[in-house]
C-alpha cells in the first residue's frame, strides 16, 4: 500500500528550464461533466457521460535560495505565458520507480514565495499553480 510520501515529483517550465523535485503536490483530480437526458413518459434518466476536465495543480517544496533566487524574476514573467511540465512517479520503500508515472502539462497560473515572519524558524516555501490542458499522460 503506498504512502503519500512514496513519488518523485519534478517540474520543468518552458524558457527556464528543470526546476527538480518538489515535496508536495495537491490537485490534478480528474472529473467529467455530469450530462443526462430524460426521455418521455416519464423514463427514467439517462446518463450520457460528459468531457473530461483536470483540476489545476500545486506543486511546493522549500525553496533553494541558491537556485530559486536565481530563476525567481523568470518564474514571475512565465505565469500566464509559460508551459509547465509536471512528472509523479510512484516510488517503492526503497526508492525504486513503478510504472505508474502521470505526466500533467498546463499553463502557469500563479508562483508564491515564502513569506516573511521575523518570529519564524519554518521552512519557507516556493509553490507552484499549473492549470492543467487535458488529462494526465
Known amino acids: 500500500m503506498p504512502r503519500r510520501d512514496q513519488y518523485d515529483i519534478t517540474v ?10 518538489f515535496d508536495t503536490m495537491t490537485g490534478g483530480e480528474v472529473d ?27 506543486v511546493g517544496r522549500m525553496m533553494d535560495f541558491g537556485f530559486d533566487l536565481n530563476i525567481a524574476k523568470a518564474l514571475i514573467e512565465a505565469v500566464g505565458r509559460r508551459n509547465v511540465t509536471i512528472t509523479k512517479i510512484h516510488l517503492d520503500v526503497d526508492r ?10 498546463g499553463k502557469l497560473k500563479a508562483v508564491s514565495f515564502p513569506d516573511v515572519d521575523s518570529e519564524s524558524s519554518e ?8 492549470v492543467i490542458a487535458g488529462v494526465p499522460a
Open 96 to 105: 525504486n520507480h513503478y510504472d505508474t508515472t502521470l505526466v500533467y502539462t
Open 32 to 58: 467529467s461533466e455530469a450530462m443526462t437526458y430524460r426521455p418521455g413518459a416519464l423514463g427514467e434518466a439517462v446518463s450520457l457521460g460528459g468531457t473530461k476536465t483536470t483540476g489545476n495543480v500545486t
Open 12 to 21: 520543468s517550465v518552458d524558457g527556464i528550464g528543470n526546476l527538480g523535485t
Open 123 to 130: 521552512a519557507g516555501i516556493m509553490t507552484l499553480e499549473v
